[in-house]
């Protein structure tokens, strides 16, 4: 790699709480070190459509605690074609941009790995995703907020669960990752959850919530994560509602209100880490790496199996769902 004198740093995919710590941190220990450094607006949308922004340290004050990304996303069609990336790889080269650092989830990695085989342009990938789907690190930028976001949401419908004799299914992020649904059932209690990692079973469902009532439970609350393959909250309700006329059953939806709000200390913390690693990465002469945490530490992945590998939830964990919701 030839010495890197400017970098360019963008957000790309859903976005997610912490992104803009993360941005603060490369952003402004890029300038410690006297690199030259470029926001690109709109992802790789933007990098085609030639949205670039110069930023200094003052650029990114007062971020640390604002949801969302300052410098927006967006997902790109015409990236997906070798016109439009020839297009983003010639604005790059224009504004003497040397690498990048991509701030987003697997659809994000997998088309910086792309651009940088067909143009040799260095780039650390840093996990920007609520779903914590990503191999190589113990948690991605947003995870802890969004759960905490769903947890308050859950503390507050379990008070009504319980004044009205109510059964609530409540649906959360995660198409592919149960990692949402799994811890936030743990912390909030729930009776049962469903998950994209293992296949539901509604009459195994149905009998679980039959003993909590002779059990005398006057209330359940079920997580569904949105990529369980029962067809999600509204679908496996309206199952399981046949069965259980003496409860209200509810289902809510917690939807896109999982990936904004205030950025937890935790977040704050882990993506200021990563963020900084980016960059002593690249000037370690580091490429085509995803930067995560994992046991505590920084670490370094590939960004081939950061993509490929599939992150498994925790066992254990299972176990205690288990023993708990009785």
């Known amino acids: 790699m030839h010495q890197i004198k400017k970098i360019g740093i963008l957000t790309s995919g859903g976005d997610s709480p912490g992104m803009n710590a993360c941005i603060r941190a490369a952003v402004r220990n890029a300038l410690f070190n006297q690199l030259e450094v470029v926001g690109i607006l709109e992802g790789f949308n933007g990098m085609i459509h030639n949205k670039f922004k110069k930023l200094q340290a003052r650029d990114v004050s007062n971020i640390l605690q604002r949801g969302g990304t300052i410098l927006r996303s967006a997902r790109s069609k015409e990236f997906m074609t070798k016109e439009g990336r020839l297009k983003a790889f010639e604005n790059i080269k224009s504004r003497g941009i040397d690498a990048l650092v991509i701030i987003g989830g697997n659809g994000s990695f997998l088309g910086a790995k792309i651009f940088d085989e067909e143009f040799g342009i260095p780039y650390i990938g840093l996990p920007g995703t609520i779903d914590n789907d990503l191999y190589g690190t113990d948690y991605t930028i947003g995870f802890d907020t969004a759960c905490n976001t769903v947890v308050d949401a859950v503390d507050k419908i ?22 949402i649904a799994l811890n936030t059932g743990i912390a909030t209690g729930a009776e049962e959850i469903l998950l994209p990692e293992r296949p539901t079973d509604v009459h195994a469902l149905i009998e679980k919530l039959s003993e909590g009532k002779k059990h005398k439970k006057n209330s359940s609350i079920v997580i569904v994560s949105e990529g369980d ?44 880490r990563m963020g900084h690693a980016a960059i002593e990465a690249l000037l370690n002469h580091k490429s085509a790496i995803m930067v995560g945490i994992l046991n505590g530490k920084i670490s370094h992945v590939p960004i081939k199996d950061a993509i490929e590998k599939k992150k498994k939830l925790n066992p254990h964990l299972f176990e205690i769902k288990d023993a708990l919701s009785i």
């Open 158 to 179: 379990k008070d009504t669960a319980a004044s009205h004799n109510r059964l609530f299914f409540i649906e959360v992020m995660g198409r592919d990752s149960g990692y």
């Open 229 to 272: 393959d029962g067809g999600g909250a509204i679908a496996i309700a309206a199952q399981v509602n046949k069965h259980f006329q003496q409860y209200d059953t509810r289902v809510t939806v917690l939807g896109h209100l999982q990936r904004g709000g205030v950025p937890t200390a935790s977040d704050r913390v882990s993506a200021s």
